[in-house]
């Protein structure tokens, strides 16, 4: 579902009411549903900010939307270092603990999340959007002056009611706090980068991951985050069931194939996008190879290492190439 927000504009979605939440386009994200014993994503473990306020990685994203049949959920997506954006999320943390229930806001850290972002097609951050029974609604893109967050959530939370959810968010524990312990780990040498990210800018953050990697070259982080912009980068705007057909329709044609896995993985179909290299690379030589095999160990980059699909993808690639 993609936004049509302007930045620094409420969005245009025709007026906030009941109409707004009973729309096409429910939610899927099934694709980053991870099972509960996987490893969280590098630099997202899944965690509660306190109150009505929680942080959401694609560990827990799924399970959180299910609370929108009950009740409402306010998403945020944001970037610790996007411009002016610390006072409203501040704000939109306050504004949600004070309304006790009414809704629960479920914050996303673009630069860390950017599968979440890439699946809902945010344009830019910040960016907030409310989610009802599945259902998600643009509110706006920008720094909003802050006298006006507060009629647009109430808004937002009679359409709620109008639509016949009057249930309320339970309290996700632990006491409120002002800053996620992401925002006080934050390293400074990726601050441009996950900038970048959090921007939807891949191919500056893949430059900007380049140029960390210049000064250490076993920077992990880094190369995760070159791999992750450079697949974003490659996929933004991508019709995954058309470029898989084209795939399987042209099995000689490797770039066909790259562009296949790629789909495939940014959709989170890894373990299928993983495959369909190693099957690949089974029968193919020479140089061909070595890019399959080269795009392969680069995709793997884009989870953790200890994934248990990546391991056993490692496996089977060891077994094709020997």
Do not use: W
């Amino acid at each position: 579902m993609r936004t049509s927000c302007q930045a620094g504009r409420l969005c245009k979605t025709g007026g906030m009411s009941a109409a707004n939440f009973s729309r096409p386009g429910a939610i899927d994200l099934s694709s980053l549903k991870k099972k509960a014993e996987a490893p969280s994503p590098a630099g997202g473990r899944p965690k509660t900010t306190g109150g009505y306020v929680v942080d959401l990685t694609e560990a827990n994203f799924d399970q959180i939307m299910q609370g929108s049949l009950q009740h409402l959920i306010v998403l945020e997506f944001y970037s610790p270092r996007a411009q002016g954006s610390e006072q409203q999320s501040a704000e939109l943390q306050r504004l949600a603990n004070a309304a006790e229930g009414r809704y629960l806001l479920g914050r996303v850290n673009a630069a860390e999340q950017p599968r979440i972002v890439q699946a809902l097609q945010v344009q830019g951050v910040p960016f907030v959007a409310a989610v009802l029974q599945g259902q998600l609604a643009p509110l706006f893109q920008g720094v909003q002056p802050t006298e006006q967050l507060a009629a647009v959530l109430d808004q937002v939370v009679q359409a709620a009611v109008a639509s016949g959810i009057t249930g309320r968010a339970e309290p996700v524990g632990g006491a409120v706090t002002d800053q996620t312990d992401d925002d006080e780990q934050a390293d400074p040498r990726y601050a441009a980068a996950d900038e970048a990210m959090g921007e939807g800018d891949f191919a500056r953050a893949e430059a900007e991951f380049d140029k960390l990697l210049a000064a250490d070259m076993n920077d992990a982080h880094a190369k995760a985050g070159k791999a992750q912009a450079g697949l974003l980068a490659r996929t933004t705007g991508v019709d995954v069931a058309a470029v898989v057909a084209a795939a399987q329709a042209n099995p000689a044609d490797v770039d066909a194939q790259l562009a296949a896995a790629d789909a495939l993985v940014v959709s989170g179909r890894a373990e299928e996008g993983f495959t369909l290299l190693i099957e690949r690379i089974k029968v193919t030589a020479g140089d061909d190879r070595g890019t399959l095999r080269a795009h392969l160990l680069a995709l793997f980059e884009t989870s953790e290492a200890a994934d248990p699909v990546v391991l056993r993808a490692r496996r089977s690639l060891m077994s094709a190439l020997y």
